[in-house]
């Protein structure tokens, strides 16, 4: 390495520079009054550095050289500029470890998610704090007389113990905190208030009083902070509170913009900031942050999605705290649908169905304290999300749950991680892979603060990375353990097996409303060719009748007509169709049964066999038709079989079904199932996102 003089302080050039350009670095370094010719320059040092067999170097590395020495002048010289600007700044003075103007530019970049992640960490410290209630109010300008447009205040308000008027200067501060490391509630390191304030607005006054105490504030104006940055004395001035009255708009008692919509949302009663005996108010001023958000910027899309929000990350606490928005009370929502209280949970009379509820025990990392994992599981059924659970024909029609909270949009397709029972993010195993179809699988893991570094939470309190052993004890089975893997599966198969219950009504439903089937029209063509006439027999007679009547029974139960009006519907179909499919789920049965109804001949498809799942369900048109011939003609030899001649079908039928079901699940994946499964509902969610 070469060394240029320059000032009081050596500065040190790469060796891969050329000696005459550490040299004239050096020089111009040196002296402002130094000029040079940059063409010059770059070609004696690409001159210096070309090997001696190249005669002639090109023209990108004289470029490139160029640019080097230009980058490695400009850089010093900027370096040295910054570090005098600082110690005027400081005068006289030596600087921190953290230049303040910089920290508060770069903190309000932290990452928030959205502005409800922001105001939940304003959230957690009024519940920390022991508040029964915590309210989001708006405040607007007189222009905006109509509050149709965005709030130019947003408050948080909360009637907890309040803050000494000594302490408020220190909660503004990053790091100022009287629960550091605290692991029995939700703050540990004090960067919550002034990092979810400062990504919001630019200005915010915190307002705080404890009993027997009047009002005082401290503000956090950026601006100024920043020009007080360098003097100690200014930056203290500003961060010390001072006596203070709440805004008039806050004491004015209003019960908010909101107008209800469809008779679910609770109307809260505001706390009356003019009798609390204690508590805190943050007032967030000059949104600047919010005003760029789209989507959050109009009141009633604003308020919504807060809702929407704290509901989600505070529903083991709601309603035991309090939290509104604008005059609107928050309702827990619960994205397993297991807590009775929250929304959604009745929406229609397919409930969740709970899988498991276990705990278990850890020891700290440091071996001092244990902490309690918490698991909840729970498993939607196939009919969960239609508007109308019954009619199979309009499973496409989606109720609340589906756009409120599994809708991918929400991001809740994972294992759900709270702390102290509150949400922080949904991970993705690293033994899995949660796709759109297991958004009916619902995991849910809370854990105890003490077992904070085994689940790495971030300082915004958004994202959580579980350590490897963690992962692991979660993954296996055992007493302390979580056995995720094992219930990850049983809900899929769960999901499985529902899955070919209700494919079979909706096929049936579908086969129904078709006005002709193409394969009993073949049939009815092929039995004019047949050689022989066919013969009924007394038990084939027997059974057709029996298992009409058991039809009529089920029609009759279902729509609640007449026993008259449903067989004459039936005789009806059998004259348009002597032959029909009909699906069912029949758990280790073969492929198909042949089965008499009256004089109707009947193929029962089997949707929880490989034949159905991995051919017929994939098959469309044409192929479908062909494939129902198929069978068609496969059961009309047994359909009307007695004896050894009927034994013998049966006995070949099985032994069909279990070499089918082993080649085609040899020949077609579950998981490329699997990905079929999940793309067409995706596209499903696209399709109705896009219509009008």
Known sequence: MAIGESGDAPI?????LPRRL???????????????????????????????????????????????????????????????????????????????????????????????????ELIDNSVQAGANSVEIRFGFDKANASQAKNPSQIAIVDDGTGMHKDM?????????????????GFGRFGYGLPSSCVSIACKYTVYSKVEGDDWYSVTIDIKKLADASSDPKATEELLTSKKAKLPAWLLEQRQGTFVPEDGNELLAKPIDVR????????????????????????????????????????????????????????????????????????ETSV??????????????????????????????????????????????????????????????????????????????????????????VKLEIDFDPVLDEYFSITTSKQQIRIDEDMFERLRTDGKNAGGLAALVTDIRNLW?????????????????????????????????????????SPESQKEGEENLKKEVATRVKKSGRTEQEVRQEITDEVQTRPWDIDFEAMDEGPFFRPRRMGEQKRVVINTAHPFYSR????????????????????????????????????????FWSGQLGIALASLVSEGNLDDDSSLAMELEEQGRAAAP
């Open 12 to 16: 040190v050039f790469p060796s891969s």
């Open 22 to 120: 550490q040299t004239w670095a050096g020089q111009t370094i040196g002296s402002t009054k130094m000029s040079f010719d940059t063409d010059t320059v770059a070609a004696e040092a690409a001159e210096q550095m070309v090997p001696e067999h190249d005669q002639a170097p090109t023209q990108d590395n004289e470029r490139q050289t160029m640019k080097k020495a230009q980058l490695l002048i400009e850089t010093v010289e900027r370096q040295r500029a910054y570090v005098a600007r600082e110690k005027e700044k400081a005068k006289g003075g030596v600087p921190g470890v953290v230049f303040q103007d910089a920290f508060i530019r770069g903190m309000r970049d932290l990452g928030y998610k959205d502005p409800a992640w922001a105001l939940s």
């Open 168 to 184: 408020i200067g220190y909660a503004v501060r990053w790091g100022g905190t009287d629960r550091e490391d605290d692991r029995h």
């Open 275 to 346: 009798c609390m005996v204690s508590g805190t108010v943050i007032v967030l001023e000059d949104l600047d942050r919010l005003r760029g958000m789209p989507g959050w910027i109009q009141v009633s899309k604003l308020r919504q999605r807060l809702l929407h929000q704290f509901g989600l990350i505070y529903r083991h606490w709601i309603p035991e705290v309090r939290i509104s928005v604008d005059s609107v009370d928050c309702q827990a929502i619960d994205p397993l649908f297991l807590l009775p209280h929250a929304r959604f949970v009745d």
């Open 351 to 440: 409930k969740a169905k709970k899988v498991t509820e276990k705990t278990f025990e850890v020891e700290s990392r440091d071996g001092k304290r244990k902490g309690i994992v918490k698991i909840r599981a729970s498993y939607l059924p196939w009919q969960f999300s239609w508007a109308t659970p019954d009619n199979f024909a309009s499973s496409d029609q989606k109720n609340k749950r589906w756009d409120q909270v599994l809708v991918a949009k929400h991001g809740l397709n994972g294992i759900l991680v709270c702390r102290e029972g509150r949400q922080i993010d949904v991970v993705q195993p690293s033994w899995t892979k949660f796709q759109n179809n297991d958004v009916y």
């Open 496 to 536: 499985k097996s529902d899955r070919d219950v209700v494919r079979a009504e909706i096929d049936k439903v579908t086969a129904r409303k078709a006005e002709e089937l193409p394969a009993a029209n073949a049939m009815k063509e092929a039995d004019k060719f047949k050689t022989r006439t066919p013969r009924v």
């Open 615 to 654: 051919l017929y369900a994939k098959a469309s048109g044409d192929v479908v038709s062909a494939l129902q011939v198929m069978l068609f003609v496969l059961a009309d030899g047994e359909i009307d079989a007695e004896g050894q001649r009927l034994t013998f079908y049966k006995s070949e039928r099985n």
